[in-house]
């Protein structure tokens, strides 16, 4: 099928790619020259694992090609992917300024034949509506027909009159440092959406990924596909983000009583994670989440509540305790060095999460303004923001090239990001280099009597 993938951030570059990969035409559009003209050298403009190699292969088949030329990609898709950014504004709504530019630019171009547009951005619930309406305008800036000798016409008729088009809601359920393998090994599709032509072209779209043609498994059944009203699917992706929040934020919250009562919760998690019921996964306890989806989607769940005349008191709580939580680290701190002014901390790890280079909201940050505000001299390792120069607007703290060269000098190291290779330094020679050999595990990540035998105090969370 032909597509055309409007934005090519973490969704949109990997939803692109890996349609490419998987024999679609696809047209990628940015309306960032700079960024199109790496993307065409078959170069990924963000870190994400996997993602640069089916690039390359989509761009030597002939499968995939980047532009910024709107009007050439609404002409060559069938279906028409936005995939544009959402940010949070200080209200806590979403900002939807480049989904409605988007809109308009995809209605001030489309012709006589039918297309699906699918609202592939997170989108405030409702939108699939308001995005139809965006397009009619646009359709009605490009012919000028909005005023008749007979009246401004309906916007039925005009998308009668000028073009066929239904929209569709498909959120995106990829993480960050995994999503390319997300979208070809999905736990479910989800379509909104009241048009049966349009439903039926995008489970076409997605007939070999349905199948497990390129899944990691190709044994495994079918994945499912959940077919609803344009409102549900956007509520699915809200909901789904806040459930996992919640959960993060709840057992953040046993860690605390933990840490009071002597348990120890790696071991609860363990224990209630194997409860079928409630499974294993999100109970990992540490300093918070952070990111671009959990903190914008609960906030945007949030405010619509509160538009409705709503008050969500869980989910304001899973927002206080995760706030809370981020200053865990500087507790931590202050309980093992006391004083932290004129005292030199190190931070393993910046980015929110492993396996991305995506700073937004992470973690870290919090702490470094803490530690800078109380006086502490702030020294940080990361494999990619280290590697590749990326400062995302650092300020106060000092980038080091690797571990020893973070470990010398300092009075304690913070894990905040849990990067796998972070398994396997040489803790017993970073220990030697420091002035206090102190780590204070952010994530519960380090087995603690290694750390101890490499000569470290070890300060874990709830443990």
């Known amino acids: 099928m032909r597509v055309c ?37 078959g170069q990924s403009p963000i870190f994400e694992p996997g993602l640069s190699d089916i690039m390359q292969s989509a761009i030597n088949t002939g499968k995939i090609e980047f532009s910024t030329d709107l009007a050439a990609g609404v002409a060559h898709g069938e279906i028409l992917f936005i995939a544009v950014g959402t940010p949070p504004l200080p209200t806590g709504e979403s900002d939807t300024r480049y989904v409605e530019a988007v809109a308009r630019g995809i209605g001030a171009h489309l012709d006589g034949g039918y297309k699906v547009i699918v609202n ?22 490009r012919q000028n027909t909005l005023i008749t000798a007979g009246g401004a016409p309906s916007y039925d ?29 999905p736990d479910r599709i989800v379509l909104g959406g009241n048009s049966p032509r349009a439903i039926a072209m995008m489970q076409e779209l997605y007939a070999p990924i349905v199948e497990r043609k390129f899944a990691a498994d190709p044994s495994l059944p079918p994945v499912p596909v959940l077919v609803t009203d344009l409102s549900s699917a956007e509520m699915i992706k809200y909901a789904a983000n806040a459930f996992l929040a919640t959960k993060i934020s709840f057992i953040n919250e046993v860690a605390n009583i933990c840490d009071r009562v002597g348990a120890d919760v790696t071991q609860v998690a363990k224990g209630i994670g194997l409860d079928s019921r409630i499974g294993n996964k999100f109970l990992n306890a540490g300093i918070g989440w952070g990111g671009s989806c959990f903190p914008k989607d609960v906030s945007a769940l949030i405010h619509t509540a509160d538009d409705y005349g709503y008050e969500t008191q869980l989910l304001k709580a899973a ?18 060095l006391k004083i932290l002014k004129g005292k030199t901390v190190g931070l393993l790890g910046l980015t929110f999460k492993p396996d991305t280079d995506d700073m937004r909201d992470a973690p870290a940050l919090n702490v470094i303004e803490q530690l800078n505000r109380l006086g502490a001299r702030v020294k940080a390792y990361d494999p990619i923001v280290s590697q590749t120069g990326m400062r995302h607007g650092l300020s106060g703290v000092l980038v080091e090239t690797d571990a020893e060269r973070l470990a010398d000098g300092c009075d304690a190291l913070v894990l905040v990001t849990e990067w796998q290779q972070f398994k396997n330094l040489e803790y017993a020679k970073m220990a030697q280099l420091m002035s206090h050999p102190v780590m204070i595990d952010g994530r519960n990540f380090l087995d603690p009597e290694t750390m101890i035998r490499a000569g470290f105090q070890y300060v874990g969370i709830g443990r």
């Open 319 to 336: 927002v206080s305790v995760n706030e809370r939580q981020r200053l865990l680290a500087i507790e931590k701190l202050q309980q093992t």
């Open 120 to 141: 592939k951005s997170t989108v405030p619930i409702g939108s699939g509506d308001w995005v139809r309406m965006i397009v009619l305008d646009g359709i009605a800036e």
């Open 5 to 41: 993938v409007i934005g090519t951030g973490y969704v949109g570059l990997v939803t692109g790619a890996c349609l490419a990969h998987i024999g679609h035409d696809v047209v990628c559009i940015d309306n960032n020259e700079e960024k199109v003209k790496i993307m065409k050298s």
């Open 157 to 185: 008729n005009l998308a009668e009159t000028t073009a066929k088009f239904d929209v569709v809601s498909n959120p995106e359920f990829l993480r960050e440092g995994s999503a390319v393998s997300d979208t070809f090994n």
